[in-house]
């Protein structure tokens, strides 16, 4: 399999190349040549396979130049250890929860692939190689946790200090080993402006390996098409022929191109719907055809507060840019901070369902927009633990039992790393690590 840049389609790269340079020569992502159906055989068992299985079928024509059947079963295996169940709500409405990995989020699963490719192409051997990123959240803990340990590779993430919360920031400070992550005195675009400066500086390269674990990432993006594999196949164990419709919570879009990839495999889906909050560049798209990003809005469901979305060409280039063809297949609603509220707390209430914000945003564009006649499921993205101070508004009680079962209100375990908003800071630390 080879890789274009679906700006130009000039460049043509392997999987290791497109991994480690992140985005093209012409600064447009990149995505594979062709995308191949899996063959109706496959289908035909796909609700008797494992979660391994399916991810070792659904993988291997995307690595196989570069990677042999034995070590792609390892990384699997290391990569799919936790369960991704699907569960009935109610009626026709189901979820597919994928927070059961070490940091409670969707994103374990890319970053715990995305780690075990690079360990294992890293092209410089002389050198050594570090791989660099800037968080608000939820990223940065995934990534943390998804190379802890993994040879070969040092990882610094840069958060803002104060800026997140206690949770998400033991998350990547308990771990040692090869994990530095440094609270820098200043916002989340001072960390990026930080990162970006070391990217560019040629003299640091020399010496390092700075490398990104960005969204756009190809090696996150793969794996997530797994589990759209696994839930349907799922729902077909239970539900033989059925072709769900997937409603996925979305901020930059990854998560939901990787959906459409499997449907563009030969995935039976009925349609899909991306569910936003305010921050409504796509939906605002599909409605009008004009596409106009804007400033980001702070919302409940922050890891979704995202004004420009940086996988949206992948997605409508799957489409073949054409805004009627993505609209046959495509919707998208907006949920506000009071939905999301109110969401949280009715599905509680009446359905004994406990939703984080992210994917409160989920249920609710499925359940607007599903026919009597369809059966679907949502993906919920975050454990509602991540996120108790949201939950708090609506069910203080709940919050308060998440509190003590996951010590959640605990102090900082992992002591913490400082450092000025000061590239020079900054290049010292990878030079020295
Ligand atoms: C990152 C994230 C999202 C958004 O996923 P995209 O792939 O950026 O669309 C949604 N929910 C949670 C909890 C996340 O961490």
Same mark, same amino acid.
């Given at each position: 399999?080879?890789?274009?840049?679906?700006?130009?389609?000039?460049?043509?790269?392997?999987?290791?190349?497109?991994?480690?340079?992140?985005?093209?020569?012409?600064?447009?992502?990149?995505?594979?040549?062709?995308?191949?159906?899996?063959?109706?055989?496959?289908?035909?068992?796909?609700?008797?396979?494992?979660?391994?299985?399916?991810?070792?079928?659904?993988?291997?024509?995307?690595?196989?130049?570069?990677?042999?059947?034995?070590?792609?079963?390892?990384?699997?295996?290391?990569?799919?250890?936790?369960?991704? *169940?699907?569960?009935?709500?109610?009626?026709?409405?189901?979820?597919?929860?994928?927070?059961?990995?070490?940091?409670?989020?969707?994103?374990? %699963?890319?970053?715990?692939?995305?780690?075990?490719?690079?360990?294992?192409?890293?092209?410089?051997?002389?050198?050594?190689? %570090?791989?660099?990123?800037?968080?608000?959240?939820?990223?940065?803990?995934?990534?943390?946790?998804?190379?802890?340990?993994?040879?070969?590779?040092?990882?610094?993430?840069?958060?803002?200090?104060?800026?997140?919360?206690?949770?998400?920031?033991?998350?990547?400070?308990?771990?040692?080993?090869?994990?530095?992550?440094?609270?820098?005195?200043?916002?989340?675009?001072?960390?990026?402006?930080?990162?970006?400066?070391?990217?560019?500086?040629?003299?640091?390269?020399?010496?390092?390996?700075?490398?990104?674990?960005?969204?756009?990432?190809?090696?996150?993006?793969?794996?997530?098409?797994?589990?759209?594999?696994?839930?349907?196949?799922?729902?077909?164990?239970?539900?033989?022929?059925?072709? *769900?419709?997937?409603?996925?919570?979305?901020?930059?879009?990854?998560?939901?191109?990787?959906?459409?990839?499997?449907?563009?495999?030969?995935?039976?889906?009925?349609?899909?719907?991306?569910?936003?909050?305010?921050?409504?560049?796509?939906?605002?798209?599909?409605?009008?055809?004009?596409?106009?990003?804007?400033?980001?809005?702070?919302?409940?469901?922050?890891?979704?507060?995202?004004?420009?979305?940086?996988?949206?060409?992948?997605?409508?280039?799957?489409?073949?840019?054409?805004?009627?063809?993505?609209?046959?297949?495509?919707?998208?609603?907006?949920?506000?901070?009071?939905?999301?509220?109110?969401?949280?707390?009715?599905?509680?209430?009446?359905?004994?369902?406990?939703?984080?914000?992210?994917?409160?945003?989920?249920?609710?564009?499925?359940?607007?927009?599903?026919?009597?006649?369809?059966?679907?499921?949502?993906?919920?993205?975050?454990?509602?633990?991540?996120?108790?101070?949201?939950?708090?508004?609506?069910?203080?009680?709940?919050?308060?039992?998440?509190?003590?079962?996951?010590?959640?209100?605990?102090?900082?375990?992992?002591?913490?790393?400082?450092? *000025?908003?000061?590239?020079?800071?900054?290049?010292?630390?990878?030079?020295?690590?």
């Amino acid at each position: 399999m080879k890789y274009i840049s679906i700006g130009t389609k000039q460049q043509s790269v392997s999987l290791s190349e497109g991994i480690f340079k992140g985005l093209s020569d012409d600064g447009s992502l990149f995505m594979p040549e062709d995308i191949p159906h899996l063959g109706n055989d496959f289908y035909a068992s796909l609700s008797g396979f494992s979660l391994n299985e399916i991810a070792f079928s659904v993988l291997r024509p995307f690595v196989e130049e570069e990677t042999d059947d034995t070590t792609l079963w390892q990384m699997v295996e290391e990569t799919f250890s936790f369960p991704i *169940p699907l569960v009935n709500i109610h009626d026709n409405i189901n979820v597919l929860e994928l927070f059961h990995g070490p940091t409670q989020a969707f994103k374990d %699963v890319g970053a715990r692939f995305l780690s075990r490719l690079m360990s294992r192409l890293h092209p410089v051997r002389d050198k050594k190689m %570090v791989v660099l990123t800037a968080t608000s959240g939820d990223t940065g803990g995934a990534v943390a946790h998804g190379f802890h340990k993994v040879p070969g590779i040092e990882v610094v993430v840069l958060y803002p200090k104060g800026k997140i919360s206690p949770y998400q920031e033991n998350q990547m400070t308990s771990l040692g080993y090869n994990i530095h992550a440094i609270a820098v005195e200043g916002t989340f675009d001072d960390c990026q402006r930080l990162v970006k400066q070391a990217f560019n500086d040629r003299e640091l390269r020399k010496d390092v390996a700075v490398t990104s674990a960005n969204s756009i990432n190809l090696g996150r993006l793969l794996p997530q098409m797994v589990y759209y594999f696994y839930g349907v196949a799922d729902i077909q164990r239970r539900l033989p022929g059925t072709e *769900p419709v997937i409603c996925v919570p979305s901020g930059n879009f990854g998560n939901i191109t990787a959906a459409v990839m499997a449907y563009r495999m030969g995935l039976p889906v009925k349609r899909f719907i991306a569910a936003t909050n305010v921050n409504d560049v796509v939906p605002r798209f599909l409605k009008t055809g004009d596409y106009d990003p804007r400033d980001t809005i702070v919302t409940y469901a922050n890891a979704m507060d995202v004004g420009d979305p940086s996988n949206f060409p992948r997605l409508y280039y799957l489409f073949e840019n054409n805004l009627e063809q993505l609209r046959r297949m495509f919707s998208a609603d907006i949920i506000t901070n009071k939905e999301i509220l109110e969401t949280i707390q009715s599905v509680f209430q009446q359905h004994n369902y406990l939703l984080d914000p992210h994917s409160a945003t989920g249920y609710l564009g499925l359940t607007r927009e599903i026919k009597n006649d369809e059966v679907g499921f949502f993906v919920s993205t975050a454990h509602p633990v991540k996120f108790v101070e949201i939950i708090e508004k609506v069910l203080p009680g709940e919050a308060e039992r998440l509190k003590k079962e996951f010590g959640a209100d605990t102090a900082l375990q992992g002591g913490t790393e400082h450092m *000025p908003v000061s590239y020079k800071s900054l290049k010292d630390k990878l030079i020295e690590l």
